[in-house]
């Protein structure tokens, strides 16, 4: 029987003919690889996905989720809630729930277990593609502030998928080594710091060209599509080429 990325077995009888899919950005991975009936309203790629809602990551509606009868539920361990991932184990739907990565490798690896050992399919080209583009940081050109949220000021902080990913583009983050992954520092602190960058993606927060830049004096702002630094899927292939040219 296969184990998931926390190590609890997932009775599959079979490869899975029905799956729902909990994140966004697996949902965008495995959608061109198996049956997928069910995704959350967040889930807005592929572009073309036309499958049942089920509610948010954090609050999916459980009740929808066992209507659909799936064979399979793709879960994350920080995206979703224990408690959603326990009830529909108790109803006997097989669940899998991925680790929340800390670097694109790990990511990377955990996609593959999840489309070879769970959903029985062969590694999907773009996968491999990946792998390749980033697996050789870029030398180091920058230092970053990366705000996630304002009101309060939440960035990134250590150990965040985020984070490797602005490192292997050659962006270091200056709250990397805090004792928090996502830390809030007042302003004051932020802006003092000696990053050259600040990093503003637009989400969560939607951070605009109006809303962001003014708050950090004398630091270079580059607005970013935050898919791009926290969707583990097909988009890394984008991601890396967008980045990449917005950091140069």
């Known amino acids: 029987m296969p184990t998931d990325d926390l190590g609890a077995e997932v009775p599959l009888a079979d490869h899975p003919r029905r799956v729902v899919s909990l994140v966004p950005s697996?949902?965008?991975?495995?959608?061109?690889?198996?049956?997928?009936?069910?995704?959350?309203?967040?889930?807005?790629?592929?572009?073309?996905?036309?499958?049942?809602?089920?509610?948010?990551?954090?609050?999916?509606?459980v009740d929808k989720i066992?209507?659909?009868?799936?064979?399979?539920?793709?879960?994350?361990?920080?995206?979703?809630r224990p408690g959603d991932v326990s009830d529909l184990r108790d109803a006997g739907v097989a669940v899998w729930v991925t680790e929340a990565p800390a670097t694109v490798p790990a990511a990377l690896e955990s996609i593959r277990r999840l489309v070879t050992e769970a959903l029985g399919t062969q590694v999907p080209d773009w996968l491999l593609e990946a792998a390749e583009l980033w697996a050789t940081p870029l030398p180091h050109r920058a230092t970053a502030i990366i705000p996630v949220w304002r009101k309060p000021w939440i960035v990134l902080g250590r150990d965040t998928f985020a984070g490797d990913v602005l490192l292997r583009l050659g962006v270091s983050n200056a709250y990397a080594e805090h004792s928090e992954r996502y830390p809030r520092p007042p302003l004051s602190e932020l802006v003092d710091t000696e990053a050259d960058l600040?990093?503003?993606?637009?989400?969560?927060?939607?951070?605009?060209?109006?809303?962001?830049?003014?708050?950090?004096?004398?630091?270079?702002?580059?607005l970013v599509n935050g898919?791009?630094?926290?969707?583990y899927g097909p988009s890394l292939l984008n991601a890396w080429r967008t980045l990449d040219a917005a950091f140069r």
């Open 26 to 61: 697996l949902t965008d991975a495995i959608a061109p690889l198996t049956t997928l009936v069910g995704a959350t309203d967040y889930c807005t790629h592929p572009a073309d996905l036309d499958v049942v809602r089920i509610g948010g990551s954090k609050y999916p509606s």
């Open 198 to 222: 600040v990093v503003l993606p637009d989400e969560p927060y939607e951070f605009t060209a109006d809303d962001g830049p003014g708050f950090f004096p004398g630091k270079r702002p580059v």
């Open 227 to 231: 898919r791009y630094l926290t969707w």
């Open 66 to 80: 066992l209507a659909l009868s799936p064979d399979l539920v793709v879960a994350n361990a920080e995206e979703n």
